[in-house]
């Protein structure tokens, strides 16, 4: 971490008595300094300014509460020093939760003389006992500390915080990445499935929630009270994941529409005016949105559970359901198309071409500028590029991965089905259905997780092919 | 793992096709052997009776399915998977289920080639990113397999259930404390106290859980309902902690005594017909017996947390409770006292000597034995036992450890405190009073930890004293 | 109201000034001493024990209580006197209790001299205002009393144990039919089959619940917590209604078990130790328990609507059951069978006649006793009692009585049903099962109701034939 | 429906047969005949027109339900026929429902030849069991139709909302005020303060409820969910009493601000930018809102307890809490003091006067008009007025009516303290506070029910003396 002469820099030294989570300096002197630490902590301690350095005193103490809650007294007075450090990380600004990162990383990191020490042990014999010592070693102390910080009273709910936080410093910050995937293994293992609750949000849900339905819906957002009621109607179904520890805290929602076929067209399913269907004569469950809250919840995946039980109750709630079936968005579609014109393969009719160039120079996207040909090839070009346009060799389009991923059946794109501004301009108005078969899902998960093979209809896979040669 | 002769040896060689958990036999021969693996690995192939082949082959099919569960398929069928792992585990036999816990040593260890691999990349450069891949290559496959187990509906408990199994075999099985270091890593994260529920228990609550309240009891074994429901009675408390997913299966409980005066005696405590005290009138809340109900969960503290908010819950409801203090037996006194009696000191009368000889030659043991000298000898006794017999340098009596490791005080010994069979047998009839004095606990805790010093009050000190001068 | 010379004979003159109770009848026709009401009050005020006139006081301090509570008083202060009222009657000992009914008649009930006003003027103009007038006259103020009770917490429990404590004096009070006939009118309004709640009773019902269960279980006693197990395992059900003012306080309860086939036999149905079946293999759902828990609610019936409810529950919940039937007791008919050998018709056999004989002396009836024949004549006159013993125009069969009004069929006896003590006894050890075929049941209940046709199978009105011809 | 020869008059005659409510024709040919009644009747079914005689039909369906309800039938098919009886209500049209009105009238109101027989009796021989025969013929069979009407899903809030339709029609239909008083009997039966529950009212809510507060708060309404977020911050409270079997429908609720000092104005409470205080920081409770929700449940009385429990609430939530009192208007005072301006007493100052006719020539009301004078003179009144000004013995003006018969004191009159239009047009700005002193409100409700005294501050005493001196 340091050579001998910069011992008065260390931050915190009284905290540090107690910790195990760094080397002794002897050590640090005797063995190899860990270079990438040291780079880092000289970055932290020289030329900053006086705003720096009260946002570093404020880490400080945050980071020294932290220690004291690592101790031998954290194991008696935890709730206590929890409640301390939530407090205290609550009233830190944003400098200061900044520098408060880089005492995870310095001061909560595992040692790496240990691990060293640990891995020799373990090449000479590689027992069982050994295994263990090496993976002791490689923990970092700030796992132990997040799952102290649960011992206060919404404990949880900061460390979510917190990684919404830090995740968007990574970029900048690489060091970082060990403090984003303790927090991301903490998560995965808190918010296992076997915890998550599904509970039926509607017009009797509080209004706590509902409000953070509101705040958080990012696919079709709610324009307040009157729409999300609208939502809940007795034609509607929305549910949500929720975490025992947090229960007023959605953590991802998915909202359906019961309809007599599948659904081609956003703008009717959000009009607030639109008759209330009597559920009993529906045979079609469309998932229209579904929304993840937790942006500090990134990298966990719920979305998958959800749409299979949603689509498992509704089954059994209304046994004349026949399809399960998305309306989503093709959100890359018309950038790929841009790039595409600037390519060869598929080619784009001149009329096409300069149409989109008109758009590009900031002429408005109207349904009106499409006569019938450019409709029949743009939709040919959709398919074509939800079924071949890659990223790897997954698709490009990001919508279309996470439902192929799940295991849905690529079955119909729906022309000017979303004529919002957000429609228009990212897909010039297409929309897409996903099948959920229940009995196929698992298979056609396979097929794509083992291939990447794109499940998808005939008429699709028709379309795809027509882009090609005519094109 | 084997050398290339022993290539066919493999067991469940399907199961290991899509498994992510091993090293693939060719990495293994060009790298080093496995030598304890390989070890464990004749041991069961080899010389096994057809009873066990069937076990085997049981435990195979499970751990077939513990593979699949792992792989791609798990992530979307994972519900379902892991349901038929839990029905399959469920239906093994105790050989099947030991059979089992050898193949999760075998099939769902980390890989050693890749340890040794990540051990060599981040000595060479112990960059943030290697560390990161030095830890991935450290987990063992298991831990991500029970996360899964959660999935399914009574995931978890199967895995607190398995944990029972597991701790037993480890004596003869030490490679087997890597599943059982998983399990802890795995409970202690779930069983975080910032997901524990403490529920007061009363006569309002559920059959199912009362009932099991008398089958966990152990400290002062509950004689049917009619016993339970006079510990239940208004001048008593019981408490458990819940885990939100196990809502009937109470972790651990505490039984608290409304009482005037510090109680010294346990058996008026148990007595059916004991009249119910107006709790408005008492000034103590006795803590008179805290059972943990999880064998599984051995490793995994809720004592120090329960007693302590028990007692903060108490004294906020009851401001005229003055005086928050155990009833414990002292269990190794006797074992002690035999020890000493062979050994010179504390020296013993020869009375006494005398007296513990024939109860050793099976003599019941009884008050009327003790006259007033005894009585004062081993009461000195006690308390140097308490105070001065040591294991390391802790106390050697286990309630004394948790409860002053727990920032206790102890407060009184009492003369025929218990006088059922199993206090005289253990300790003569004698009992302890531990205090907890919320205001102090944190500092005593500390000087425990530290220094390992007992708090105790001048009385037991005194009587410790003498019982060195006299003896 | 009375003339000057009588003015001092009234009684509790203070609390009448407001008061509308009771002037004694001679009052009003004679203008001279109203016998029934005087003899009350004379046999309260003279000759009374010092005993008595202690119960007088300590009623007379409720009443005055009550009076306060029916005051301008008890309209802002409501809470707090009902409070006094219920503690003060809490702790009257039995003659006090009895006393305070006296005083329920003397002091509140309506005041004959208004209902003579009321009466004439409705019969001079029989308007709405005139009939509303007469309405409030006849009203008792004790039941503006009886509502305000309930403003106290445990008002209404507390009236349902005081129509317990009444109903039993009302044979030898027969003035006291009105404070019934009040408190029946009132529970009728408040037990209102639109405020119950149907819960289902298993073993995660609370412990208080459950021990109501026990005690008030009276057809086939419940032996303490095993046997209460055995009944809430899986191939039972128990439902209970509640009112949710008395949560913890089942108002009737009832037994179900999930059989193959029609059961027959009671004892089978309590073996603790019968095997547990699978209820998806049952296909008939056995009521073979129904128990009326409150005493103070006689009158108020639940009965019929339970087992309507109950039924459609289930068949909703396990669409395999077919059939919904009761196994009941014949709790009339050896009694009958008795009377019927000193009468003629049915004419009973010399050898049945003499063994009746012998049992009424004493010697225990058991199953041994039966040959072939007297086994086939008893079950004809069992036929027979069901079908045709009468009282006025129902069945005597007081069990009979309740099926059949509630639409029932009856559909089958069983020899050596109920080989209890108790079944033997009362009914040669006989048991009836009562089908609900809901589809029926309002058919079958019109059909008694109006003609008190019984509605059975072809095989017990051919027995009942048998029976006549044979005997 | 009939010409005048009256044996076709019968309505409904086959439901009549069973029915118990109406005297046979014969009865009332040979008896006198019901004069009112038959008015009635002969008003309803002479010269009415097509779509009078269409909600007579539809309405006669409906009372013939409502026979088969009160029925043989209706007891065992009760739920069933509950059911019917609901839906068929609800589909009438306002006429209809009128329609309905008079059947209630004429088919379920007590027979009067009955009454008279009954009454005959109980004038012969004043016996307990003649006065349960005179009870029981004038009670209507209405009475027992409303509870069953409850046997249905829904009953209950049916019966308040067909209310809410009758008391308008009151007024033109005098003989329908058996009806409302049927009802309104039954409601305090039911609605009985020992089965309303207390709820606090937060942003925990069900949005459902919440929807329901802004749609019925009247005092001072709320302006959408942004208002009512407001008004349920932290330093707000809200409470409203529910009944059990309508867990959605608040039947009355108050809205509370804690505050430092007794709020004299209602707008800084209003307005939704104001900071939220933190509630530990506030001495006192305003009950700044009341609002009784159920038109149809008039005279049944909540309010009054509704403040007590919610101040005892507070009280013990908030011990720093030392006043509780309201913030009230002053509705009547305006209008008075018109009335007073064409009297003589209390004499208004000529600038008043001159002031008063220009608001009634519709100058509006504004602030700035008052100078010092008018202000001190004003507000003179407003106290002579609340002190002095009678309906009866009681106060003139509604609210003070309402909680000086609660126990209030009258503590403070507030000038400008409601500036919004309606504040200003009902009482020129003027705002009231009513102390609740817990220990004095016994004291004050019984020295106004008993003297009409009211309990005021000398303050306003004052004031209002000098109103009279100076006027």
Known sequence: MSDGDHANERPAPESRRKGTSQPSPEIRKTD??????????RSLTRHRSADAQGADRGAGRVAALCHAL??????????????????????????AVDAFFDFLVLEFSPDPAAIERAADAYHAIPSQANLIRLQAAVEPPRQELFRRFNMAEGGISLLVEMRRQLLPTLGAHPQRAGIDIDLLHLF???????FLVLRQIDWRTSALVLERLIHYESV???QGWDDLHRRLEGDRRCYAFFHPALPDEPLIFIEVALTRGMTAKVQPLLDLKSPVIDPATTDCAIFYSITNCQMGLRGVSF?????????????????????????????????????????????????????????????????????????????????????????????????ARFHLANGARLQRINWMGDTSQTGMTRSLGLTANYLYRLADVEHNHEAYAQEHHIVASHQLERLARHAQHVG
Chains 1, 2, 3, 4 share one sequence.
Request: hydrophobic share 45%; net charge positive.
């Open 70 to 95: 690592l101790s031998e007294r954290g194991e008696v007075s935890g709730a206590r020093l929890a409640t301390d450090v939530l407090s205290a990380y609550r009233a830190l600004d944003a400098p």
């Open 188 to 194: 995965r293992s808190w918010f296992n499935r076997g």
């Open 303 to 399: 979305g998958n559970f959800l749409i299979k039980q949603v689509a498992e109750d509704l089954g059994r709630a209304f046994p004349r359901l026949k399809t399960f079936a998305t309306l989503s968005p093709v959100p890359g579609f018309r950038d790929w198309l841009i790039r595409a014109s600037q390519s060869s393969a598929p080619a784009l009719s001149p009329k096409l071409m300069m149409l989109l160039e008109t758009f590009e120079r900031g002429a408005p996207i109207e349904e009106r500028l499409f006569g019938p040909e450019l409709r029949a090839e743009i939709t040919r070009l959709c398919a074509y590029y939800l079924l071949h346009a890659k990223r790897g060799r997954a698709p490009l389009d990001p919508v």
């Open 220 to 222: 079709h957002q709610i």
């Open 32 to 41: 190899d300094p860990a270079p990438f630490l040291t780079r880092i902590f």
